[in-house]
């Protein structure tokens, strides 16, 4: 299977906590994305990398929030001491570079925090 | 930033019905606009996209054409079926990369 993968597909988690989450990218993909999406809603951009470079971040992306994308490959989102509020989907997405590349999306992670 | 506004759903149809969904942006530049698609347990799919004005995107029986003049990408087939319940989601790309979604359109096809 050669689409995004996420790891895991679930996370509950007590409000305080740590949690990381991993995307793995369509191989030859250079750009990779995280979304968040709540229900009812449509996704929101969170952080993008290009290679290993994380060029642009979201207001929506607090202090407590931190993304790598350390050999330009993988990519892992780490949440800090998780609030209620956190609880969501999110999406990581991966494309090659140019004007109306397509954009591939993961099957997400679904984080509930309790 | 960029901004989408998709028509207001739930949307419910009987099969072979003829669907319409809305969509007008704002976006600085020429974006890319794209519809996805998000059946129901299953992640979002790419259903299909346009990169220039008056292009015509179309998959699976959709269609969709880029409007520069409205600023509106609306989403049509002609004859629906009970598979084709989804979420529906417009968005334009900007500066190549990204991705702005509306509220997505909820549509029921029922047999």
């Known amino acids: 299977d050669t689409g995004v993968s996420q790891d895991p597909r679930h996370k509950i988690t007590k409000r305080g906590q740590n949690v990381t989450f991993r995307c793995d990218p369509i191989?030859?993909?250079?750009?990779l994305y995280w979304y968040r999406q709540t229900l009812g809603q449509g996704p929101e951009f969170l952080t993008y990398?290009?290679?290993?470079?994380?060029?642009?971040k979201s207001r929506l992306l607090s202090d407590r929030f931190s993304a790598e994308r350390p050999k330009g490959s993988f990519s892992t989102l780490e949440i800090q001491r998780t609030e209620q509020g956190d609880s969501a989907m999110y999406l990581c997405?991966?494309?090659?570079?140019?004007?109306?590349?397509?954009?591939?999306f993961g099957q997400g992670t679904r984080l509930t925090v309790v | 930033g960029n901004s989408v506004t998709q028509m207001e759903g739930p949307v419910t149809l009987s099969e072979e019905a003829f669907l319409t969904i809305n969509c007008t942006y704002t976006a600085t530049g020429y974006p890319s606009l794209f519809w996805y698609v998000q059946y129901p347990g299953e992640g979002l799919q790419l259903l299909l996209k346009a990169t220039k004005a008056d292009d015509k995107g179309s998959n699976k029986g959709f269609e969709a054409t880029y409007r520069k003049e409205t600023t509106s990408f609306h989403l049509e087939k002609g004859s629906v079926q009970v598979s084709d319940s989804a979420v529906y989601f417009c968005a334009p790309s900007s500066n190549d990369y990204k991705l702005s979604f509306g509220a997505g359109t909820t549509v029921t096809v029922r047999a």
């Open positions: 997405a991966s494309s090659l570079g140019g004007q109306g590349a397509l954009t591939f």
């Open positions: 191989s030859e993909h250079n750009r």
């Open positions: 990398f290009q290679n290993e470079a994380q060029l642009e």
